[in-house]
């Protein structure tokens, strides 16, 4: 019978849908890291891993992204491209090279994944493939361990002013 076979005029499954030379790769998915549940298959995504990296007072939080642009394949365990309800699902299946599997079956292990939803015609390529605290601006983590208060050493004839990431020098008159 066709509909147990599967290939040309049998059933369909998810292998015979992927690209040629490509993978399909599942991340976990929340009604946070999934966009609330609006990704359905057929959208296109941006997968990006935040994580810590670095130790001590050098630590800092890094998200980075792994892969741009990448075709929903399914949504938990459905494939129904004519679905148009939001979904809180578990899993989200994601069409991706093959590098790009191995680098988000590694991810999944060393920080959070999430997705980022593109709007349907946008097909440009990132400008940032990364983000530190330190691009954020503000307080960085040294201001805000001082409750956000500028800390001030004196250098001979100038004072340096350190408020977040931003150090301003001034000359002081004796």
Avoid: C, W
Wanted: aromatic content about 2%.
């Amino acid at each position: 019978l066709n509909d147990k076979l599967s290939g040309a005029g049998g059933k369909s499954n998810l292998s015979g849908a992927l690209t040629p030379g490509m993978r399909a790769v599942s991340v976990r998915s929340d009604e946070v890291n999934g966009v609330g549940g609006f990704v359905l298959p057929g959208d296109r995504v941006d997968i990006l891993l935040t994580r810590s990296v670095g130790a001590g007072d050098a630590a800092t939080t890094v998200t980075q992204v792994l892969a741009e642009n990448s075709l929903v394949l399914g949504v938990d365990q459905s494939s129904d491209q004519e679905a148009n309800k939001p979904l809180v699902a578990k899993s989200v299946t994601v069409e991706v090279t093959p590098d790009q599997a191995q680098t988000i079956s590694l991810a999944h292990s060393v920080g959070s994944i999430s997705l980022s939803l593109r709007q349907i015609s946008d097909k440009e390529a990132l400008a940032r493939k990364a983000t530190t605290v330190a691009d954020l601006g503000g307080f960085g983590r040294k201001a805000a361990a001082t409750g956000g208060k500028p800390k001030a050493k004196h250098l001979g004839s100038e004072v340096r002013v350190t408020r977040g990431v931003e150090t301003i020098g001034y000359a002081v008159g004796r």
